[in-house]
């Protein structure tokens, strides 16, 4: 196997509280790895200095066998790091095929008010539409689509800009099943094509379900690293979880 993504040793303070005290986590490519820890262990900050949203105080990130740490977030999403947010960050007043737009923008030299490039880009955005299941919703202003319709929205926002590997934020935080379903079916189905995953989430049952490798942090620190079965039953994550 060969390693895509790689933090080395991350640390990151807020004053005095240490977000990250040390951490590192290892993710394969072609894979579906996990990433959980108690509230406040320091998940979202490990993504947010991954992507580039925040800078490290100590540490390397690396990608595809580079360094890229401390990067811009639209450097890193340039390289083919995609992600999504714990709350959805679609463009309200945009309509669901906008948001598209302006997400082949981001990834491209394009202006960002200037049409589609070609037809070909427009189909391509159909298509993850209809992937995501919410063609039907495509001229509506973002704002008006559920919560669930919002994290399908940004999954497709991501996957136009293809890229080799996407985390995601808590995909199943507040969705319902028949969504969270789904969405584990898509995250499947993508994996099969090559996009490797690394998933932040709380839903048990669904990071055992889909994840073949899982990393745990507490208080910013690494505790522990491997299969599912090995993870579900070692002595310090269940301390962990149930100390805090
Ligand atoms: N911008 C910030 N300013 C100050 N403290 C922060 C900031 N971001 C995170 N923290 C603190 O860093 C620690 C780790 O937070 P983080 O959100 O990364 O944890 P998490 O594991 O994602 O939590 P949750 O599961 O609740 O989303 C927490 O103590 C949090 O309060």
């Known amino acids: 196997m060969t390693t895509l993504l790689e933090a080395k040793n991350i640390s990151k303070a807020y004053g005095g509280i240490h977000a990250l005290d040390g951490c590192s986590i290892t ?6 790895a996990g990433l959980i820890g108690p509230n406040g262990s320091g998940k979202t900050t490990l993504f947010n200095v991954i992507t580039g949203y925040e800078q490290v105080d100590g540490g390397e990130v690396r990608f595809a ?3 890229i740490t401390n990067q811009s977030p639209d450097k890193v999403f340039q ?4 992600r999504t947010f714990q709350l959805s960050r679609v463009f309200p007043r945009l309509t669901v095929m906008e948001n598209m737009h302006v997400a082949k923008q981001r990834k491209g030299a394009a202006g960002l008010f200037s049409r589609w490039s070609s037809s070909h880009e427009q189909r391509q955005a159909l298509d993850l539409l209809d992937f995501v299941g919410i063609t039907h919703l495509k001229d509506l202003p973002a704002g008006n689509l559920s919560y669930g319709q919002k994290k399908l929205l940004e999954f497709a926002f991501i996957l136009i800009a293809e890229p080799r590997v996407i985390l995601l934020d808590e995909p199943a935080g507040g969705v319902n099943p028949t969504v969270i379903n789904y ?3 898509r995250i499947k189905v ?3 094509q090559g996009i490797t995953f690394l998933i932040v989430e709380h839903d048990m ?13 507490h208080r910013g620190m690494t505790i522990a690293a491997g299969v599912p079965e090995e993870v579900r039953k070692d002595a310090t994550v269940l301390e962990a979880y149930l100390g805090d």
């Open 27 to 32: 993710v394969e490519e072609g894979t579906i």
């Open 65 to 67: 066998g580079s360094p």
């Open 79 to 82: 390289l083919g790091i995609g």
């Open 183 to 185: 969405m584990a079916d």
């Open 190 to 192: 993508l994996n099969k």
């Open 205 to 217: 049952e669904f990071v055992m379900g889909i994840c073949q490798n899982i990393t745990v942090l």
